[in-house]
């Protein structure tokens, strides 16, 4: 069992950076791969980036490559999302998942179902 508690959200102009932090429990949180979803008013819940266990590799929604970057700390069971450039249209409640692994030969998980547990999100605002 894990569970999983986001942080560091809030209201940021267009262009500007934002750091989520996601805290994780269990003595096993470097066997997660660790993921961040969105959810922005209206739409369905999106993938935005995945991470390995080991932090070694990731991987990305095109529509955040080049702006966000997922990294973890497994000492501190924690994992983070590194946002930048910030658009309105990312303004959304944004999730942190933990699944058994990120990624099946060059499949790579980003589907809700594929993440078996789930924080209770972070709420991003985005002005333009």
């Known amino acids: 069992q894990v569970q999983l508690v986001e942080s560091g959200g809030g209201l940021v102009q267009a262009g500007g950076s934002l750091t989520l932090s996601c805290t994780a429990s269990?003595?096993?949180?470097?066997?997660?791969?660790m993921a961040w979803f969105r959810q922005a008013t209206g739409k369905e819940r999106e993938f935005v980036a995945t991470?390995?266990?080991?932090?070694?590799?990731?991987y990305y929604a095109e529509f955040v490559k080049g702006r966000f970057t997922i990294s973890r700390d497994n000492a501190k069971n924690m994992v983070y999302l590194q946002m930048n450039s910030l658009k309105p249209e990312d303004m959304a409640v944004y999730y942190c998942a933990a699944g058994s692994t990120y990624r099946s030969g060059g499949y790579y998980y980003t589907k809700t179902y594929e993440y078996d547990y789930w924080g209770q999100g972070t709420q991003v605002i985005v002005s333009s």
């Open positions: 991470i390995s266990g080991r932090g070694g590799s990731a």
């Open positions: 269990g003595r096993t949180f470097s066997t997660y791969a």
